[in-house]
């Protein structure tokens, strides 16, 4: 991997316009939303954040969140916007007579991206997930891009549109995009709706699932896939020579007839030196290596995740 001198602009902050956020509000808000997602959200501390996901009754996830306690009855979920509309119509269908509201709040909070420096000095040396309070900001430590051996801070900024944000060096999307990648934690967009159980996305290993909470849609799946050593696919991070979209189709040269993986999300090199996606396929494949589009298409190269997955039990 190229060294992290060649890639000074990470430091600083960045927009995030393909995120959203839904909110949750009301007495039974927390509550709602423990029945419903794979984490824990009743015991969620205010002004704490999670990662978590909403599954179907089969356990595939259709979306994922960093969801963050704002006030006791207050839950925001951030969240692809192209999914956003259709979550929050899904989520809606389960309220009954839960004492909850849920609506689209994207328009009432602002959404930004730290790298770098500038995301040490609001979060320090914070573990993912933790979350530090200043001012009605949210700031949510998110896991690192490790680039070159260094580990990048990530944080995602979350205020209400009233407040502005230190100035900051500005960070192109792209830029946040690529870090994104070389973090191995993403979240879940329209083009591969329903084609994970969380585990294919690492989200276990990673804080993204709860396993000793109450049920919520699709708990037995994702619970029999961790528990009984069902699980074949995981994410790896890979390095490719041509430009790759969420949702394309990897196979591998020993089974050419039928796909074996999916990129889950990519995006290009700061540096013009190609590009990087998280792609989730089976674990056989993974030793047999990668082909884009066919078993003759492009070589992707598996590069070390920068966290470790946790064994199945």
């Known amino acids: 991997m190229t060294p992290f001198a060649d890639f000074p602009m990470l430091n600083g902050s960045a ?17 709602f939303l423990h029945n419903q997602l794979t984490n824990d959200v009743l015991l969620l501390p205010v002004g704490q954040s999670r990662l978590a996901a909403f599954c179907s009754a089969k356990g595939r996830m259709q979306a ?8 006791p009855d207050t839950v925001l979920l951030v969240m692809p916007l192209d999914l956003l509309a259709q979550t929050l119509k899904r989520l809606s269908m389960f309220v009954l007579r839960a ?8 328009s009432q909070w602002q959404l930004r991206g730290l790298l770098g420096d500038s995301a040490k000095t609001l979060i320090s040396e914070a ?13 949510v430590a998110l896991y690192p891009a490790v680039v070159g051996g260094v580990a990048v801070s990530r944080a995602l900024w979350v205020a209400p549109t009233a407040l502005t944000l230190p100035s900051l060096a500005d960070i192109s999307t792209d830029v946040w995009l690529w870090a994104e990648v070389m973090s191995g934690v993403t979240l879940l967009t329209q083009p591969v709706f329903e084609a994970f159980v969380p585990q294919m996305l690492n989200y276990e290993s990673v804080g993204g699932v709860n396993f000793k909470k109450g049920c919520y849609p699709g708990q037995e799946v ?17 390095h490719s020579p041509v430009a790759l979209d969420a949702g394309q189709e990897v196979f591998t040269p020993t089974d050419p007839e039928q796909a074996c993986a999916t990129v889950v999300c990519a995006a290009s090199r700061p ?12 674990l056989e494949s993974q030793e047999t290596g990668w082909r884009l589009g066919s078993a003759d298409g492009a070589t992707l190269a598996i ?7 946790l064994a199945d039990i």
């Open 15 to 31: 927009a995030l316009p393909h995120l959203g956020v839904i909110q949750a509000q009301g007495e039974d808000a927390a509550n």
């Open 99 to 106: 004492k909850v509201k849920l609506s689209d709040a994207s």
């Open 271 to 282: 540096d013009g030196q190609g590009f990087v996606a998280l792609v989730s396929g089976t």
């Open 222 to 238: 994702v619970a029999r896939s961790q528990f009984r050593g069902t699980l074949k696919r995981r994410t790896a991070l890979v």
């Open 64 to 71: 994922s969140f960093v969801l963050t306690k704002t006030a």
């Open 127 to 139: 573990s993912p997930w933790h979350t530090v309070v200043l001012e009605g900001a949210h700031t």
């Open 303 to 309: 590069q070390p995740l920068p966290y470790a997955l």
